[in-house]
């Protein structure tokens, strides 16, 4: 029986960087097939070019044996191959049948029918999708088995599993995975695109490794180990445990007492949160994606307002205190969105690494900018931090890959020896190996004695780097738990709101 | 005169009134449905106002009251092809819609004056006759909904209430109006479901130029027997309503009938007993702090449409 898939000598050049070259990959039929790669590897122009986003260069698409010209999204659907999106294309104030019915042909709706059509499709499935509830008002991982849903709605039989897991707890990245298996079992094959190694030695059959454009291998994932596949990606030895020193027991520098934060809708985000962190460690917050811990760190950094509480930096009272007080007085921070508070996106990376000092000695004397100085640094931070930037310090913030901007604020917040670093997501959307190195320079900061608050979606980020792991839920900290009793079951069940030491099942 | 009658006297005028208003509402409501913000209303109904004007007292002569009726749809094609101005700017050119519609409003004062002075020498164009009142034997003697709804109304608002229920069976329950309000909700969700985001705000932008167009087109024939030069802010109330109205066609019904209301009782109130206790300048204003004050506590609601004013950029997520 011929591939389901199979992609022959496919070759995409953007001006100046071939995103592809000469990649070839089958999916076979009825198999989970891992797609692993660090950013840029072609991950995306390759799905692109199945897509027919992007036309390749030279090569070819075979569906079924036979050859096909995919020129759009509408052509992959018509051939029953359907993309379950990192970022969910789902419309929030709509309900679940009115999204999985938009794009329809029919100038009439029938909700009622489409309602009982899904609700018989989610059932099939095990996927318990109740049709008539709406978007915002569901989870996320209900969010994606929507997603899910949509594409089975649309008859597809190749599912293309985009970074699924980023958004998921434990428990609903487990659930997903069993999703995957018993969608394999009613005749759909899948292709699994994902960074996390442990992900595909659970669920994938084969995989295929990308390298900067190139397939660097496919393997039987079983035959395979986790270090092997790393570095087939990466291109040299990895290390994917992370290596720390005991803590040592040190001081609380920076103590939260009853902190409540309101969010952007008025609505109470953080509810009586209280902790501290002490010198020379790290403390994790985990939580899922919602539940107060961005409000929670931008009320940190003093970029939200503490409705009530007090919050203590060395024991001085920062509570009300401005976004530059903190910083003078030790703090620095790691924000969420790179793009919108990290960095002044059409700065100069030199202006953009010298933000929180530009106004002081040498930076500026008398009012007047020292631009040699302002350089200086930047080309000690650009060089330490392996931050690449096409004309250096002069490049546009604008003009650097993802990857680039995070380790250059990262670099800028290292650079300042903070006394406290609030870290948000410090490595979200980066390759293993620009994970690896931020991970390695977060536990030197910590050897340096420096407060770390890790704020992070990645559960396996938390606890392995974390000397203790706080968790919140529903804007309350659940629990503080200690490294040794923080395991993934323990975490990821305070995490969905059972308390501490909740039945686990 | 009671309370109740004074009401009932006000009602044929305040329904009128409002009905305009209802209609460049529907035409916002499509524009920012589909992700379009669209403060150009006042603009696009003044062109309706003057296009419906010049056509009557042109046709006037040779077709006599059919002249009327046939100016309504130049007005909304006139005023649909100078939407397409806004619709071009945000749209294919990802312009600030606040901006856009703004020049909108500037272009279409600026042009109505221009053109009518051309016309007439006084950029005055008056119509004699226009929408006659029109006494529905029978139905006007029913108890007070006689009154409000059967009693010296214009055939307009009929036409302008079925085309209320027209917009919202057409935003509810086919898939163009699921598409068009993906669109304003999440653009992303819309282009990954094979729905054209660019032709839906296209159609958004341009019901929005007819609607308000008949709008001011309606206003010039029944109320103001002509064109003045200014269409009194009816456009700026129509999108008060549009906010007030949370963006539902039912509510928008509500909402410019209050707003009809309000401004009747400004206009007409210096006449009545029943007002003559209250200061005129209270009167007078008494529409324009309504608005105020509807949208201080109305406007933070989260109602409005997620995506709209905001540039659909495929590649940005």
Not at chain 1, 395 to 415: D, F, L, P, Y
Not at chain 2, 66 to 80: G, N, Q, R
Request: net charge positive; with cysteine.
């Amino acid at each position: 029986m011929p591939p389901v898939i199979e992609m022959r000598n496919i070759t995409k050049t953007f001006p100046g960087v071939a995103a592809n070259s000469n990649i070839s990959i089958t999916l076979e039929e009825g198999e989970i097939h891992a797609l692993l790669g660090e950013n840029g590897a072609g991950k995306t122009t390759l799905m692109g070019v199945l897509f027919g986003l992007h036309r390749p260069d030279s090569g070819s698409v075979y569906i079924r044996g036979e050859k096909r010209r995919i020129a759009g999204p509408p052509d992959a659907a018509a051939l029953g191959i359907g993309m379950v999106h990192q970022h969910f294309k789902l419309v929030p104030a709509f309900t679940v049948t009115e999204n999985i019915m938009l794009g329809t042909k029919r100038f009439l709706l029938n909700t009622k029918k489409a309602a009982a059509d899904i609700a018989a499709l989610s059932a099939r499935h095990g996927l318990g999708v109740d049709p008539h509830a709406k978007i915002e008002a569901v989870s996320v991982g209900m969010q994606q088995r929507v997603e899910i849903l949509k594409m089975l709605h649309r008859n597809a039989d190749i599912l293309i599993f985009d970074e699924p897991t980023a958004v998921l707890t434990p428990q609903e990245t487990a659930e997903l995975m069993k999703i995957m298996r018993s969608l394999i079992s009613q005749g759909k094959s899948i292709i699994f695109i994902t960074h996390k190694l442990h992900e595909i030695k659970a669920v994938a059959d084969r995989c295929t490794v990308l390298r900067a454009g190139k397939v660097s291998g496919t393997v039987n994932v079983a035959d395979t180990s986790a270090e092997q596949m790393a570095e087939m990606m990466v291109g040299r030895k990895v290390s994917l445990n992370v290596v720390k020193p005991p803590p040592r027991e040190g001081q609380p520098v920076f103590a939260a007492q009853n902190i409540t934060v309101w969010g952007a809708r008025r609505e109470t985000a953080v509810r009586q949160a209280s902790f501290e962190v002490r010198e020379g460690e790290i403390l994790g917050l985990a939580g899922v994606d919602g539940n107060g811990q961005s409000e929670l760190a931008e009320a940190l950094a003093g970029l939200r307002k503490i409705h009530s509480g007090s919050l203590t930096l060395r024991g001085k009272d920062i509570t009300r205190a401005s976004v530059k007080k903190r910083m003078r007085q030790g703090l620095a921070h790691i924000p969420e969105d790179r793009g919108k508070r990290g960095l002044i996106l059409d700065f100069s990376l030199a202006d953009n690494l010298a933000l929180a000092l530009y106004d002081r000695p040498p930076f500026s004397r008398h009012g007047l900018r020292d631009f040699n100085q302002i350089n200086l640094y930047a080309q000690k931070i650009i060089s330490d931090f392996d931050v690449r930037a096409a004309s250096g310090g002069q490049t546009s913030a604008r003009a650097m890959s993802g990857g680039n901007r995070q380790k250059a604020v990262v670099g800028r917040e290292m650079e300042r020896k903070p006394a406290v670093l609030i870290a948000v997501q410090p490595t979200r959307g980066l390759d293993v190996g620009s994970i690896e190195y931020i991970h390695k320079r977060l536990l030197a900061l910590r050897e340096d004695g420096c407060a770390i608050l890790l704020v992070s979606l990645d559960l396996d980020e938390i606890l392995e780097l974390s000397d203790r792991v706080a968790v919140i839920s529903r804007g309350r900290i659940a629990g503080v738990l200690g490294a040794a009793e923080a395991d993934k079951n323990t975490v990821g069940l305070m995490m969905a709101g059972a308390g501490k030491g909740a039945e686990v099942t | 005169m009671s309370a109740i009658d004074t009401f009932l006297y006000l009602s044929p005028m305040a329904i009128g009134v409002s009905m305009p208003i209802l209609a460049a509402s529907l035409g916002g409501l499509f524009s920012e449905r589909s992700g379009v913000v669209n403060i150009g209303l006042e603009g696009q109904m003044l062109v309706g106002a003057f296009a419906a004007s010049y056509v009557s007292v042109r046709l006037y002569p040779a077709i006599g009251a059919a002249a009327f009726w046939l100016s309504l749809p130049v007005a909304m094609a006139v005023a649909l092809l100078f939407s397409a101005l806004h619709a071009v700017a945000c749209v294919s050119l990802n312009a600030n819609h606040v901006i856009s519609g703004t020049a909108i409003n500037m272009l279409a004062a600026a042009f109505t004056v221009f053109f009518s002075r051309t016309v007439t020498g006084s950029g005055v164009i008056d119509v004699r006759g226009g929408i006659m009142r029109y006494t529905f034997p029978g139905l006007s003697n029913i108890p007070v909904l006689g009154k409000i709804l059967f009693t010296d109304t214009y055939h307009t608002t009929w036409l302008i209430l079925f085309l209320l229920l027209a917009s919202w069976f057409m935003l509810y329950k086919t898939s163009f109006g699921l598409g068009l309000r993906s669109c304003g909700e999440n653009p992303h969700a819309a282009n990954a479901a094979g729905i054209s985001v660019t032709k839906y705000r296209y159609v958004g932008v341009l019901l929005s130029g007819a609607l308000s167009g008949l709008g001011g087109a309606v206003y010039a024939l029944c109320f103001d027997k002509g064109f003045t030069g200014s269409i009194y802010g009816l456009g700026f109330l129509a999108l008060a309503s549009l906010i007030f109205g949370r963006w539902n066609p039912w509510g928008i019904l509500g909402s410019t009938v209050f707003f009809g209301y309000a401004s009747t009782v400004a206009n007409v109130a210096t006449v009545m007993p029943a007002f003559a206790k209250f200061p005129t300048v209270l009167l007078k204003v008494f529409p324009y702090v309504a608005t105020l004050l509807v949208l201080v506590f109305f406007s933070r609601t989260s109602a409005a449409p997620k995506a709209a004013g905001e540039a659909f950029d495929k590649d940005k997520h």
